[in-house]
């Protein structure tokens, strides 16, 4: 992403967690065989990934991106196989 | 056949049993989407069959953008990010596949992204297709494939908002 954003570790985040939820991650980490901070930063950043939906911006070579915004000036078509889209019974919203 | 309404997703609704065939799509719905919601990151509209959801589509913003840093661009260059609208999900419930609600959730899906974008402008609507079958759909709707973003379809929102004025 960012070209700024730096891949070392040099920030923390302290979580407090109950005898419970200690045994629970240190279990299931053991059995994904993985370090207990490898599991969690696993298990955080999928979920992180999946809610900020990160694919929203798409990225492209300059000379696809020079081609694409070209294609943005030039007059407006009607999409004939949109036609038929729009023709399907509209689903009524209350 | 029951009537399906089209609805803002909302904690009423019944997501827990809803499967279009595609765990992913299943999981988003269930564990995210209202999460999304709530967050101001992905609104998602549903339809209902009573309280239950047979399918829904989740609209977002997003970007499109070149991948050299700015002051590699030589002069005249685009280098602004062209802003979009997201189709980021839709999925139907297996029980209400083959009926076109496909169709419709999507059709009604772009006709919000008009209205958004007669507000705040953007300039393309993306979707984000799940697999080669999503994507094929698409396609047959007049999508076009997005350059070196595989599963990933646009059209300029004003070919769209002119195909809805010239029906």
Redesign the interface.
């Known amino acids: 992403m960012s070209g700024q954003m730096t891949t070392a570790r040099s920030r923390r985040i302290d979580v407090r967690v109950t005898d419970e939820q200690d045994a629970l991650i240190r279990e299931a980490a053991a059995a994904a065989g993985q370090t207990v901070t490898a599991f969690l930063l696993s298990a955080g950043e999928a979920r992180a990934r999946t809610i900020l939906d990160e694919r929203r911006h798409l990225i492209m070579s300059d000379r696809a991106f020079a081609a694409l915004a070209e294609t943005l000036d030039a007059p407006a078509q009607p999409v004939p196989t949109m036609r038929e889209l729009f023709a399907l019974p509209a689903l009524p919203s209350e | 056949m029951s ?5 803002v997703l909302s904690v009423e609704h019944e997501l827990t049993g809803f499967d279009c065939g595609n765990t992913e799509l299943n999981g ?1 719905l269930v564990d ?1 989407a209202l ?2 919601q709530k ?1 101001d ?2 609104r998602t509209y549903v ?1 209902l069959s009573d309280t239950v959801v047979a399918g829904y589509v989740s609209l ?10 700015p002051r590699r ?1 030589a002069r005249g ?2 280098r602004h ?2 802003p ?1 609208i ?1 189709i ?1 999900r839709l999925a139907v419930d297996l029980r209400h596949q083959r009926q ?1 609600l496909g ?6 899906a ?2 919000r992204a008009v209205l958004a974008s007669d507000t705040a402008a953007a ?2 609507v ?1 979707v ?1 297709a799940i697999d080669d079958d999503a994507a094929a759909f698409y396609r ?3 999508f076009i494939d ?4 595989p599963r ?1 379809l646009f ?2 929102i ?7 004025e ?2």
């Open positions: 009537s399906l309404r089209l609805v988003w995210h999460a999304s967050a990151l992905a339809a977002t913003t997003g970007s499109i953008r070149p991948e050299a840093a661009y260059m685009p990010p062209i979009t997201l980021a076109q169709g419709r959730l999507l059709a009604e772009l006709r300039r393309l993306v984000d047959r709707w007049g997005v350059p070196e973003n990933r059209r300029k004003s070919d769209i908002r002119r195909t809805l010239q029906p």
